[in-house]
Structures are given as C-alpha cells and as structure tokens.
Nanobody, 122 residues
Framework: QVQLVESGGGLVQPGGSLRLSCAASGSIFSINAMGWYRQAPGKQRELVAAISSGGTTTYADSVKGRFTISRDNVKNTVSLQMNSLKPADTAVYYC????????????????WGQGTQVTVSS
C-alpha cells in the first residue's frame, strides 16, 4: 500500500504564494507519475498539474504561468509552487500517484492523499 501525505496548505492573501508538498511512502516499486487535483465547494474536482516519471509536465490553463509542479524521485515527493494566488484558487488540493501518467491526467490514479486546504482571501 502507498500512502500520500500533503502539507503546506493554509490561508494566504490574493497575490501571495504557497508551496504544497506531497510525500509518498509505502510499497513504491518504481518512479510513478504524480499530480495535483483540487476541488472547491460545489465544483467538480479538476486537474491542477501533473508530472510524469520522466519529468513531463502539464497544467490547467487557469494556473499555467503561476504554478509549477516538481518532483524529487529520490525522496518520492512532489511539490506545487503556487504564485500570484487568486480567490478562485481556493480549494482542497489532493496529491495523487499512479504508474500511468494517463491515469493521473484522467483522475483515475490508484493512490490519493487526504487533501490540504488552500484558502485565498483578503
């Protein structure tokens, strides 16, 4: 079994920055694709960013240029640097992991974290 633990969420003013981290542990056989999804109240879960085992990245149009996803394959962690935050970024952010990049992109990853709250408000 694989466990994912997110951290770094909190309250920030519009225009501010936060860095989310996700640590993977447990039965990890090889380097996997990882990503971040978010879900705001009353809205569908949406892909924020994803990164393949080889480092290929993809971003939602709404965050492109503001967010950066990165990973440390040695530590089995993935991070999301969020800059120029907007109130629309307010959501619970979930880390996810799968051996298939396509599964991460589709939101069908085998493993998910518990989520961390990000609130952008003045």
């Amino acid at each position: 079994q694989v466990q994912l633990v997110e951290s770094g969420g909190g309250l920030v003013q519009p225009g501010g920055s936060l860095r989310l981290s996700c640590a993977a542990s447990g039965s990890i056989f090889s380097i996997n694709a990882m990503g971040w999804y978010r879900q705001a109240p009353g809205k569908q879960r949406e892909l924020v960013a994803a990164i393949s085992s080889g480092g290929t990245t993809t971003y939602a149009d709404s965050v492109k240029g503001r967010f950066t996803i990165s990973r440390d394959n040695v530590k089995n962690t993935v991070s999301l640097q969020m800059n120029s935050l907007k109130p629309a970024d307010t959501a619970v952010y979930y880390c996810n992991l799968d051996y298939r990049f396509a599964s991460v992109l589709a939101g069908t990853s085998h493993y998910w974290g518990q989520g961390t709250q990000v609130t952008v408000s003045s």
